[in-house]
């Protein structure tokens, strides 16, 4: 990482005060709208509430994973650290997103189907999703130079993002050729329902948007760490 | 020299190299064949059943051979660093990974077209009505295994650990094609035959995303 050796500018706060407050208020507001503003379900009750927070996450982390392949190009093509460092912080955003989808998934389909998990095409595809991601994860914690690591990182990124449609169609193509339980969610939402919908959205994408921006912050001080430390054992390159 | 020129030098490099030590096929085909034989112990299907399940664990038995087969490809050149010296070599960068595709491509054709009696055999499957179409999934099939298989073992050789990244980044990435090619023979070894032209247009959709990101990305991984 050339930038951060010498004379790196010095790395900003990366949040102010101001705006943690906002976002916890926002936060504090789609919770309470979630939970009490927003009317309780006709058949489902009050488990259905916990859709306030699913939903929104799983649109967060198609919004994150969809940062991943931008910034793996423009890494690509520009050399900049600091695509790398937001393709990074974005995919970990995203799984963190998909992690709540898959754990708030089965809590919601226990009560209303009776069971925790069925190989529907939209909870395998996300599953399937969520592994494309954590591999990519795991191939950065194994690659140990920071500039290969990058480049095999952007072009395995940037492969999992065009592999994300393939395996959506050919899941759901699969899953609906088949027999399988009835998965009622026709009908349209409720108006009151659809804003509460909105509000927990927009307080999830301004988490998602801290939390990248702090990830991005610590990747950029951990990158003058290690070019600091490099140049003090004298092998620097 | 031209592209195609480039390309077939490295496919002939990579050949020949395996003709000289015969030590991929042999023990792909072996590992190939002890997997059908397992999945019948873990399943133990009856007749019908083998027939409906057999396609299935054929492809899962080739996506594992194909991320334990390709690792070579680029683990090969590391040893004595001779990438460094394809590197050297004045033509485009994607010729040096195209050859090594098609290479990666006829191994695993060649495997497969080797266990398909055996699999037809073992599985009580009919193949001679439907061989050609049979033939015409396994090339699709081996060239999204090949193509998307090759980058990545490019991808898992600067790892750590790189025996277990290779199926780790490989497997999830191939679920559109293991979904593709199973369903297809299972349309087409069941009775009557059945050839389901959408799963043909997924297979061929993954060959014609995974080649054209090669072309576009894959020449980085490839720098020093």
Redesign the interface.
Known sequence: MQDAEGSAPPVRAAISLGAIVAIAVLLAAASYAALVVAPTERTMGLIQRIFYFHVPSAWTGFIAFFFVAFASVAF?RTRRPKWDRLAVSSAEVGVACFTIVLITGPIWAHPVWGIWWTWDWRLTSTL?LW??YI?YL??RM???DPE?RA??A???G???S??VP??Y???W??RT?HPQPVIGDGGHLDSRMAWVLMLCWAAVLAVMAVLIRVRVRLEALRAEVDALRMRGSGTSR | MSFARAASTILGKELRTEFRSRELLGTTLVFVLIVLALFSFAFDPTREESRHFGPGLLWLALLFAGSLMLQPSFVREQSNDTLAALRLAPVDPFSILAGKIAANFLFLLFVELILLPVFAMFYNVGLTAVLGRVVLVLVLGAAGISVSGTVFSAVAAQARMRELMLPLLLLPALTPVLIASTEEMVGLFGNPPETQTVWLVVLVCCDVVFLTAAWLFGEYLLEE
């Open positions: 690509l399937v592994l494309l591999s795991i191939l194994m690659v140990d290969r480049v095999v952007a072009v395995f940037i492969f999992a065009l592999d393939l395996v169609f050919s899941i193509f699969f050729q």
